[in-house]
């Protein structure tokens, strides 16, 4: 069974940084794609950055140059740094995984950027 437990959410002031880790138990991230989603209250899920099997990344307009995405092979760990946090980056951030073609989700971490 694939799980996956994002950690690292909290409540932060804009401009503030934050670090998400998102672990995994059963499966090997360097081997498969997977993705850093979160969702607003009231809004749909929305993509927020990605990471190919071989490495490539991608981001959100939203988020580039803000945020970092990286994966420690070792720990089966991946992280999204972000930094310059605005208040529109409040919502629950989401992993996922997709092993052939099944998507498995981690529960979320909550992410609040206020004054």
């Known amino acids: 069974q694939v799980q996956l437990v994002e950690s690292g959410g909290g409540e932060v002031q804009p401009g503030g940084s934050l670090r998400l880790s998102c672990a995994a138990s059963?499966?090997?991230?360097?081997?498969?794609?997977m993705g850093w989603y979160r969702q607003a209250p009231g809004k749909q899920r929305e993509f927020v950055a990605g990471?190919?099997?071989?490495?490539?990344?991608n981001y959100a307009e939203s988020v580039k140059g803000r945020f970092t995405l990286s994966r420690d092979n070792a720990k089966n760990t991946v992280y999204l740094q972000m930094n310059s946090l605005k208040p529109e980056d409040t919502a629950v951030y989401y992993c996922?995984?997709?092993?052939?073609?099944?998507?498995?989700w981690g529960q979320g971490t909550q992410v609040t950027v206020s004054s």
């Open positions: 996922n995984v997709q092993i052939n073609v099944q998507v498995y």
């Open positions: 990471m190919a099997p071989g490495g490539r990344l």
């Open positions: 059963t499966i090997i991230f360097r081997l498969n794609a």
